[in-house]
């Protein structure tokens, strides 16, 4: 590693971290393998698949990308040139997928179906229909389906027989993939499901006729046309989504539901119980979990779930049990609980966070007691549930075959350990090569004012006590979609950090509506994102000045964010200029009607029938009130959050005569991580707050 890296280049480096840590972890049914993705080092762009034996932790490498793609077969100059444009520039192998026994696994390279037989096979290229997408081997590993262009395609694990099994039957309709409402907002990151046997298939159809076309040009490039993309924004409609039984000869028998009450399909599968399928209204207030009769298509009704404001989603539910029994989730008082065959098995006050896996009648989940650390938990009949970590932090895994695979963090402790878990022996560690950051971070976790809000302080490495007080830099995200004050050394704990480095008191806090504190503090932002969100800030921010007296300097208050938190930064200045003295608001969400469906509609409801609330939680009548300093940042390719956003409100900042900075990303989409990005942003802060800037 280059000794004057510096942090912001380190991100970009290790795709913030991420290289060499290892990850989507696979356990063989006999618990005895564990397969992996892992890059050969903390700064290899390229994902390499991995196996492990449990019993004695040696690792085998199944298959390196960049060993594929130059492969000894003779290929043209033209696909010569692809492949190794592919190797230099790709991320390997992203995803996989394996069939029952974990003993065929297929993935996507450069376009292209690949297969690796686990127990030492060659790895293999299928000659399927390019470019694929998603591809999975049935469960007996006798064939893979996948997609390509709309379509959902099959071909025999030994590369004969492709074929199509679903067709686009319209211009804008496909088979088998994730719609933008499904992927974006209802965690289903999949369009098709094979049956146990590996016979038939459950396969989503997507019809986006009826959903709007909005344009994404690119104005650096005046010569190519913009692209046409479906975007269901706030009161337009929604993709029609149906679900189909599918045979390998392509017939096809159709669930039946009322999708025009439930237009919502936000998940489905086959177990060995039949095929199932949970619904939505388009209000959000009632879920319908279904199961499927196999040979008719017809449903009838498994468990039904109302919320007066929304039916919260969680990932990895529903399920089932080996037995048969339903999991789900159940919202009483103030507590999300786990529940088996409609009862609670999980005790007050343990917040369910996510199903992990199940494992025969073993359920794997994760719940938190204290908001900042996710803890690991199991449900059994016999046993009840049962905590299964100790040690404070975050901890994620999966379990089967009576092997546990854990992944934990803690604030204390740099970088994520990886352990494979079974009973009578000793841990056996998956080897993470990830890169140590050149930071050490100095955070202390608190819990401030009369709410107890969960705050992170950041304080640079060469402060000490006694020294003048320093200006400080809220950096949120304190949105519904995540919690950022956890107890775990992550990336974007490392850019508090790098911050604080600048001449910052650097401040974290999650407030109204951010998971982990219950259903209740959750539903606060209901009707209202932005105000109860602000409001937290500011508690936290004075909570903490009350617990570290002449630490901060509140007459220079700074805010910055990126997404829900960029709208946060620009709220905090245009309504809150006593408080906060300057902004960076990046991809920030102005006008709450440029947002997609199911998830703005999930907090301030249908926009015709609820208009104030529109208006509450936008920021374009605010322009006029501007009298900070404020830089809007956003990427030109952004299709999450378009850059309609900020363009419109800086021109309702123009035409109030509201100075402000504008700094547009060509080519950026939503997520932007880079160093002169992170250096701007340190350089508007510091001028406006008047911070001297100290070398790193």
């Known amino acids: 590693m280059p000794t004057t890296l510096t942090l912001p280049e380190q991100l970009v480096r290790t795709r913030r971290f991420t290289a060499g840590l290892p990850g989507r972890f696979t356990i063989a049914p006999d618990g005895g393998t564990v397969l992996y993705l892992r890059t050969r080092t903390g700064a290899d762009p390229v994902g390499c698949l991995w196996a492990l034996d449990a019993g004695t932790g040696a690792e085998r490498l199944l298959c390196d990308p960049a060993e594929l793609l130059a492969g000894p077969e003779q290929l043209s100059e033209a696909e010569r040139v692809r492949r190794e444009r592919?190797?230099?520039?790709?991320?390997?192998?992203?995803?996989?997928?394996?069939?029952?026994?974990?003993?065929?696994?297929?993935?996507?390279?450069?376009?292209?179906?690949?297969?690796?037989?686990?127990?030492?096979?060659?790895?293999?290229?299928?000659?399927?229909?390019?470019p694929v997408v998603d591809p999975?081997?049935?469960?007996?590993?006798?064939?893979?389906?996948?997609?390509?262009?709309?379509?959902?395609?099959?071909?025999?694990?030994?590369?004969?027989?492709?074929?199509?099994?679903?067709?686009?039957?319209?211009?804008?309709?496909?088979?088998?993939?994730?719609?933008?409402?499904?992927?974006?907002?209802?965690?289903?990151?999949?369009?098709?499901?094979?049956?146990?046997?590996?016979?038939?298939?459950?396969?989503?159809?997507?019809?986006e006729s009826r959903v709007q076309l909005w344009y994404l040009a690119d104005p650096a490039e005046p010569a190519t046309?913009?692209?046409?993309?479906?975007?269901?924004?706030?009161?337009?409609?929604?993709?029609?989504?149906?679900?189909?039984?599918?045979?390998?000869?392509?017939?096809?028998?159709?669930?039946?539901?009322?999708?025009?009450?439930?237009?919502?399909?936000?998940?489905?599968?086959?177990?060995?119980?039949?095929?199932?399928?949970?619904?939505?209204?388009?209000?959000?207030?009632?879920?319908?979990?279904?199961?499927?009769?196999?040979?008719?298509?017809?449903?009838?009704?498994?468990?039904?779930?109302?919320?007066?404001?929304?039916?919260?989603?969680?990932?990895?539910?529903?399920?089932?049990?080996?037995?048969?029994?339903?999991?789900?989730?159940?919202?009483?008082?103030?507590?999300?609980?786990?529940?088996?065959?409609?009862?609670?098995?999980?005790?007050?006050?343990?917040?369910?966070?996510?199903?992990?896996?199940?494992?025969?009648?073993?359920?794997?989940?994760?719940?938190?007691?204290?908001?900042?650390?996710?803890?690991?938990?199991?449900?059994?009949?016999?046993?009840?549930?049962?905590?299964?970590?100790?040690?404070?932090?975050?901890?994620?895994?999966?379990?089967?075959?009576?092997?546990?695979?854990?992944?934990?963090?803690?604030?204390?402790?740099a970088g994520r350990g990886s352990l494979v878990r079974r009973a009578g022996a000793a841990p056996v560690e998956i080897a993470s090569v990830a890169e140590p950051a050149v930071l050490e971070?100095?955070?202390?976790?608190?819990?401030?004012?009369?709410?107890?809000?969960?705050?992170?302080?950041?304080?640079?490495?060469?402060?000490?006590?006694?020294?003048?007080?320093?200006?400080?830099?809220l950096d949120p995200y304190a949105g519904p979609a995540m919690q950022k004050v956890v107890n775990d050394r992550n990336w974007a704990v490392?850019?508090?950090?790098?911050?604080?480095?600048?001449?910052?008191?650097?401040?974290?806090?999650?407030?109204?509506?951010?998971?982990?504190?219950?259903?209740?503090?959750?539903?606060?932002?209901?009707?209202?994102?932005?105000?109860?969100?602000?409001?937290?800030?500011?508690?936290?921010?004075?909570?903490?000045?009350?617990?570290?007296?002449?630490?901060?300097?509140?007459?220079?208050?700074?805010?910055?964010?990126?997404?829900?938190?960029?709208?946060l930064a620009a709220a905090a200045v245009l309504r809150r200029p006593d408080v906060f003295h300057a902004a960076v608001a990046g991809a920030a969400v102005t006008d709450q009607r440029l947002y997609d469906t199911h998830w703005r509609e999930r907090f301030l409801g249908h926009p015709d029938e609820h208009p104030e609330r529109y208006e509450a939680s936008s920021l374009l009548r605010d322009a006029p009130a501007l009298s900070r300093p404020l830089l809007l940042v956003h990427g030109l390719a952004d299709d999450n959050v378009w850059a309609a956003n900020t363009l419109r409100l800086s021109a309702a900042l123009l035409a109030a005569g509201r100075p402000h900075e504008v700094l547009p990303l060509s080519g950026v989409t939503h997520a932007a991580v880079s160093a002169p990005l992170l250096d701007h942003q340190a350089g508007f802060l510091r001028r406006h707050l008047g911070v001297v800037e100290r070398p790193l």
């Open 225 to 413: 046309p913009p692209r046409a993309l479906r975007y269901p924004s706030v009161g337009t409609a929604n993709a029609e989504v149906s679900l189909w039984l599918t045979a390998l000869d392509g017939t096809r028998t159709e669930l039946r539901w009322d999708r025009t009450a439930f237009e919502y399909l936000i998940a489905a599968g086959w177990d060995g119980h039949g095929p199932f399928a949970e619904v939505q209204s388009r209000d959000q207030r009632t879920a319908r979990l279904l199961a499927a009769d196999p040979a008719t298509g017809a449903t009838e009704l498994l468990h039904e779930r109302t919320d007066p404001h929304w039916v919260q989603l969680v990932r990895g539910l529903p399920a089932r049990t080996a037995g048969g029994l339903l999991l789900g989730s159940a919202d009483l008082g103030d507590t999300r609980h786990l529940t088996v065959a409609g009862e609670p098995v999980t005790a007050a006050g343990v917040q369910l966070r996510e199903v992990l896996s199940v494992d025969g009648e073993t359920v794997l989940f994760a719940a938190s007691e204290e908001p900042t650390e996710i803890q690991l938990w199991s449900w059994d009949p016999e046993h009840g549930a049962r905590r299964l970590t100790e040690e404070p932090g975050v901890h994620h895994g999966t379990r089967r075959g009576g092997t546990l695979v854990t992944s934990s963090g803690a604030l204390r402790r």
């Open 441 to 473: 971070p100095r955070a202390e976790l608190l819990a401030v004012g009369p709410r107890g809000l969960r705050t992170l302080l950041v304080l640079p490495s060469w402060h000490r006590a006694g020294d003048p007080p320093l200006p400080v830099l």
């Open 86 to 130: 592919a190797r230099q520039g790709g991320a390997g192998i992203v995803s996989y997928a394996t069939d029952h026994a974990a003993a065929l696994a297929a993935f996507t390279l450069s376009g292209e179906l690949w297969t690796v037989d686990t127990a030492g096979g060659a790895a293999r290229r299928l000659p399927a229909e390019a």
């Open 136 to 207: 999975r081997p049935d469960p007996t590993g006798r064939r893979i389906a996948y997609l390509s262009g709309g379509a959902l395609r099959v071909i025999e694990a030994d590369g004969t027989g492709d074929r199509p099994l679903a067709l686009p039957d319209g211009p804008e309709v496909s088979f088998g993939r994730a719609e933008h409402v499904a992927a974006e907002s209802t965690h289903r990151q999949r369009g098709y499901w094979w049956a146990p046997d590996g016979e038939r298939l459950l396969v989503a159809r997507v019809d």
């Open 494 to 567: 490392l850019v508090s950090q790098w911050f604080a480095e600048q001449g910052f008191a650097v401040l974290v806090a999650d407030g109204a509506g951010v998971p982990g504190r219950g259903p209740r503090w959750e539903r606060e932002v209901y009707g209202d994102t932005v105000g109860p969100a602000l409001d937290d800030q500011v508690a936290a921010l004075h909570g903490t000045a009350e617990r570290r007296p002449g630490l901060l300097d509140l007459d220079r208050v700074g805010i910055r964010g990126w997404s829900f938190s960029g709208t």
